[in-house]
């Protein structure tokens, strides 16, 4: 009996020391530990994440090339209408009689005969600079827009590297679980081996803990998913890594060939192992994390406080850059229309023009025979009847800046709606991450010593030490998830009011 309980002994020590080494290491550098990933995958921060997407995100390059066209588009504006210039001859004549017959038809040479003229619009009602108004107007939108796109694609790294710290911060919690059910499982193998226990304590142990390789396996899945997020943002391909990844002797991690798992190895025998059987089956996965294109790193246990108050962050929300970018576009409305109401001022034609002929002209009685005749004109020509054209594009003009009213207002409402909703899921996520801080994670822990306390003076069963040690595995998977609501609930605040500083750093 005395053997017994001193094996029991050292079996409740072995199975409590390291799930709490585990987790103060874990509390200690939590996102930051290091993991099975290929050697080519470089550890990358969320600082020099920002500042490859600010450089490389397809949509911000998307959003520059836009300001480009529009102050392409200023240049064409202010430009004066082209002048015309026209050039021609007469290359063929024939005369006619009073009778109505036709003679002395023939060709005429370039040389004979010279006919040129200018054409110029005379634009009226200003709308050369109404025209170049509109365009300012659009580049000043196309910048918003720019902005527009940076807050958005950070957001949207952010969330996604934000999830992959939390993939790994749970899977580290995973892998110092499966280290300490190893230890254990070992031990309980050599008291089967020595006689200790009956082999049914040993297939109880074994079948509870596979429950926590679905800890593993899943959270290595989501870590690669997050990745690849985070490296399509960065104009990485997610797919361009090097073989070799998610192989680590030390953790049994140690695949036959990239991509495919490994046989399940035999059962241990020997002096430390069991006799062939149920109990000599593997009980953990061999392949946990396929390679990645980068290693991403944080201090997800960093807490930062807000910083700044409520009013301060709704008063700010008009400088939004994607309800400026909308103002904007209202600005380009209106003075579109007033372009439109300038086409109620006629704009008029002028052409000049010059020719100059050598065929003979000479007057019957004339003593001086004329070499050339050159001759001048000037034409005055006014379009009629556009009060119906100008009107239509009078009113389209004026619908199109009500549409960017109306537009303007709603995203304005809306951006409001998302401080109001992102607000509110700040509160959320501190009260709950000030219950996890206020000592839950303590709670559990000595629940799990005290029932290991128990186990030892033989009140409780070892199942009952594994069902406390899932309480205390949830736990801290519950604190990983509330440390990542509130970290994504200030970096969804910075997206909802363009207030820049107020995401986490990590």
Known sequence: MSLRLAAAAALGLVL????????????AAAGSLPLPVGQAA?????????????????????????????????????????????????????????????????????????????????????????RTRVAEDQIGQAEALVLDAVRT?????????????????????????????????????????????????????QASRLQFESDVTSNAQAYAAGVAAVAALLSADPAAFQPGAGQIPALGINPSQPGALAPPPPGPRGRAGTPPGPASAPTSVQTILSP????????????????????????????????????????????????????????????????RSRLSQDLPESTDRLNAVNSFGIQLSVPIFTRQIVEGNVGIASAQAGQAEAQARAALLQARAEFAAAWAGYEQARALINLYAGGTLNRAEAAYRSTEQAYLAGGRALLDVLDAL??????????????????????????????SGIAPKL
């Not at 995973?174 to 082999?199: F, K």
């Not at 807000?306 to 700010?316: K, N, S, W």
């Not at 850059?321 to 007033?338: G, I, K, M, T």
């Open 153 to 205: 694609q950070l957001f949207t790294l952010r969330q996604a590297f934000l999830g992959a710290l939390l993939a790994r911060a749970n899977l580290e919690v995973a892998l110092g679980n499966r280290m300490s059910l190893d230890r254990t499982e070992a031990l309980l193998r050599r008291q089967l081996r020595d006689g200790a226990i009956p082999e049914g304590d040993l297939l109880r142990f």
């Open 292 to 355: 990645v294109a980068f290693d991403i790193r944080g201090r997800f246990d960093q807490v930062p406080a807000l910083g700044i108050g409520r009013e301060e962050l709704a008063a700010a929300i008009e400088s939004r850059a994607d309800v400026v970018a909308a103002q904007r576009q209202f600005a380009a409305a209106s003075s579109n229309r007033l372009l439109a109401e300038a086409g109620r001022s006629r704009d008029v034609t002028l052409n000049g023009s010059w020719s």
């Open 470 to 499: 899932r309480v205390l595995n949830a736990t801290r998977l519950q604190a990983n998830q509330a440390r990542y609501a509130y970290l994504l609930a200030l970096a969804q605040l910075e997206q909802a009011t363009g207030v």
């Open 42 to 130: 470089r550890p990358l921060t969320l600082a020099e994440a920002e500042a490859l997407l600010v450089e490389r995100n397809l949509a911000v390059i998307a959003a520059r090339r836009g300001v480009d066209a529009a102050q392409a588009n200023r240049l064409v504006a202010a430009s004066l209408p082209p002048p015309q210039v026209v050039v021609g001859n007469s290359f063929a004549e024939f005369r006619e009689t009073a009778a109505g017959a036709i003679k002395g038809a023939r060709f005429i040479s370039p040389s004979h005969n010279i006919a040129a003229g200018l054409q110029v619009l005379v634009e009226r009602g200003g709308k050369r600079r109404l």
């Open 16 to 27: 409590l020391a390291p799930p709490v080494l585990a987790q103060s290491t874990a509390q």
